[in-house]
């Protein structure tokens, strides 16, 4: 087996164990998956909130809010990058599900913003919250609390793969 077939595999391997914990949730003709959270630092006041959203509906949703009793409030942002300094916005309106795609909220983008956490999120544990959409009405959820050096980019590295 030479080094690239070998590479490969293993990140078949890691893309499976990420998604073994990964519960799916549909409501109507949205499924959603892989929701984390990384677990937060001593004295850290807001966490990050990521996941796959796949709406297989053959018209457009919208992600309206997030709420959720393990922080104050929480807000859906989005990261605009001005003058080489990324700042986060609160995205208006929701996040836009148009038809028949997947959007995935993750570092450097979407995410959900649980601001003013009530306790610390700690790797292993799951934050439970309730996700809103104009359509597909809502559903409870769980987050995931992955490691602070959980790395997206090999778990996730599925791409637009269906489940
Ligand atoms: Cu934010």
Not at 32 to 40: K, N, P, Y
Not at 103 to 121: C, D, Q
Request: with cysteine.
């Amino acid at each position: 087996m030479n080094i690239r077939k070998f590479a490969a595999i293993a990140a078949i391997g890691l893309c499976t164990a990420g998604s073994a914990w990964a519960k799916d949730y549909k409501v109507g003709q949205v499924e959603i998956d892989d929701l984390w959270v990384r677990a937060s630092a001593p004295g850290q006041a807001n966490g990050a909130g990521y996941m796959d959203i796949d709406n297989d509906a053959k018209a457009p949703d919208r992600l309206l809010s997030v709420t959720s009793d393990a922080a104050e409030r929480v807000e859906l942002h989005t990261v605009q990058t001005e003058n080489g300094v990324s700042k986060m916005r609160q995205v208006e309106g929701g996040i836009a599900l148009p038809a028949d795609t997947e959007v995935k909220l993750s570092p450097g983008g979407y995410h959900v913003m649980f601001i003013k956490l009530k306790a610390p999120f700690k790797d292993g544990a799951t934050v439970p919250a309730t996700l809103k959409f104009e359509k597909a009405g809502e559903v409870a959820v769980q987050f995931k609390v992955m490691p602070a050096s959980h790395n997206p980019g090999m778990s996730h590295g599925h791409g637009g793969m269906k489940h």
